[in-house]
Nanobody, 122 residues
Framework: QVQLVESGGGLVQAGGSLRLSCAAS????????MGWYRQAPGKQRELVAL???????NYADSVKGRFTISRDNAKNTVYLQMDTLKPEDTAVYYC????????????????WGQGTQVTVSS
């Protein structure tokens, strides 16, 4: 079993910054991709940013140029630096670990964190 523990959410004024962290622990042989999703009230969960074990990144258009995702493979930890925050960034942010192998021949699994609230006031 794998656990994802998120931290770093909170309340910030528009234009401010926050940094989210997500550490994966448990039986981990490898993790293909780690990323951040968010869900605002009344909306579907959407991809914010994703990074693969090879270093590729992908961002939602709405956060390009403002958010930066990074990853420490040795620590199985992913970070999301959020700058120039806007009220529309307000949401619960969820960490995701995709295609996690517990051993070389195990079945890949996906895991989600419990979510952390980010609130941006205008």
């Amino acid at each position: 079993q794998v656990q994802l523990v998120e931290s770093g959410g909170g309340l910030v004024q528009a234009g401010g910054s926050l940094r989210l962290s997500c550490a994966a622990s448990g039986s981990i042989f490898s993790i293909n991709a780690m990323g951040w999703y968010r869900q605002a009230p009344g909306k579907q969960r959407e991809l914010v940013a994703l990074t693969t074990s090879g270093g590729s990144t992908n961002y939602a258009d709405s956060v390009k140029g403002r958010f930066t995702i990074s990853r420490d493979n040795a620590k199985n930890t992913v970070y999301l630096q959020m700058d120039t925050l806007k009220p529309e960034d307000t949401a619960v942010y969820y960490c995701n670990a995709n295609s996690v192998l517990s051993s070389r021949f195990s079945v890949p699994r996906n895991y989600w964190g419990q979510g952390t609230q980010v609130t941006v006031s205008s």
